[in-house]
């Protein structure tokens, strides 16, 4: 069964930083998924905040542009979320989703909030 677990999430205080990590198991980073990063505030519908394409290509939400860094290491079959200058508008649960063709596989989420 394909696993992706979340972790890194915690408390930080506005203007702080958190690396979120994505782990999978049973499927291979390297065999040409897609991973994107997602959110859902209080409230809010999930929203996509970062992907990357297999061959490296990053996008961002322009509400994170400049602040958040998407990566992957797929030998360790791991994506991050480098967050830095946190907005307590960032606080959510993130969740990370790994998509080849039809197939999407999704994380159980981890929770990230920050204070004013």
């Known amino acids: 069964q394909v696993q992706l677990r979340e972790s890194g999430g915690g408390l930080v205080q506005a203007g702080g930083s958190l690396r979120l990590s994505c782990a999978a198991s049973r499927i291979s980073f390297g065999g040409a998924y897609v991973i994107g990063w997602y959110r859902q505030g209080p409230g809010k519908q999930r929203e996509l905040v970062a992907q990357?394409?297999?061959?490296?290509?990053?996008s961002y939400t322009h509400s994170v542009k400049g602040r958040f860094t998407i990566s992957r290491d797929n030998a360790k079959n791991t994506a991050y979320l480098q967050m830095d200058s946190l907005k307590t508008d960032d606080t959510a649960v993130y969740y990370c989703?790994?998509?080849?063709?039809?197939?999407?596989?999704w994380g159980r989420g981890t929770q990230v909030t920050v204070s004013s």
């Open positions: 990357i394409e297999d061959k490296g290509t990053a």
């Open positions: 989703k790994a998509s080849r063709g039809f197939a999407a596989y």
